[in-house]
């Protein structure tokens, strides 16, 4: 990928990274809840218009391997995206905010934040 390339993805608020699992309809949300049963799963809501919100997805993924040994990551650009964001936040009854993490396992959010608190540590002691 070549530096437009990656200067368009980072604006686009795209997940480019190979460690996250896009999110763009309802379909893939049931999925992902569905696959907490077997793997804690983590969404990360991010939005392209917000400059937190490259802050804590800079975070995250500097963070990723060793939270990639305890859950998958999944992404929503939550402007691009606004039907599957907002049944995030209605089917998993969970405020929306961006940024915002949500941690899932057997299906039951087991633990959120969102701006300053989206910490890779408290991320990690919630998943071990």
Same mark, same amino acid.
């Given at each position: 990928?070549?530096?437009? &390339? %990656?200067?368009?993805?980072?604006? /686009?608020? !795209?997940?480019? /990274? =190979? $460690?996250?699992?896009?999110?763009?309809?309802?379909?893939?949300?049931?999925?992902?809840?569905?696959?907490?049963? @077997?793997?804690? #799963?983590?969404?990360?809501?991010? !939005?392209?218009?917000?400059?937190?919100?490259?802050?804590?997805? @800079?975070?995250?993924? /500097?963070?990723? =391997?060793?939270?990639? &040994?305890?859950?998958?990551?999944?992404? $929503?650009?939550?402007?691009?995206?606004? +039907?599957?964001?907002?049944? $995030? %936040? !209605?089917?998993? @009854?969970?405020?929306? =905010?961006?940024? #915002?993490?949500?941690?899932?396992?057997? @299906?039951?959010?087991?633990? #959120?934040?969102?701006?300053? +608190?989206?910490?890779? +540590?408290?991320?990690?002691?919630?998943?071990?």
């Amino acid at each position: 990928m070549g530096l437009f &390339d %990656a200067v368009t993805n980072a604006f /686009s608020g !795209s997940g480019t /990274s =190979e $460690i996250w699992k896009n999110i763009s309809e309802t379909s893939q949300v049931e999925r992902i809840i569905e696959a907490s049963n @077997g793997r804690p #799963q983590l969404i990360y809501k991010h !939005s392209h218009r917000c400059s937190v919100c490259f802050v804590s997805k @800079g975070n995250l993924e /500097s963070a990723a =391997e060793d939270i990639l &040994d305890h859950a998958d990551m999944n992404f $929503i650009n939550v402007v691009n995206n606004r +039907d599957a964001s907002d049944y $995030i %936040a !209605s089917e998993l @009854g969970v405020r929306h =905010e961006s940024p #915002q993490v949500i941690l899932l396992n057997n @299906g039951e959010v087991i633990w #959120q934040a969102s701006h300053g +608190d989206i910490k890779a +540590d408290t991320i990690l002691e919630k998943l071990t």
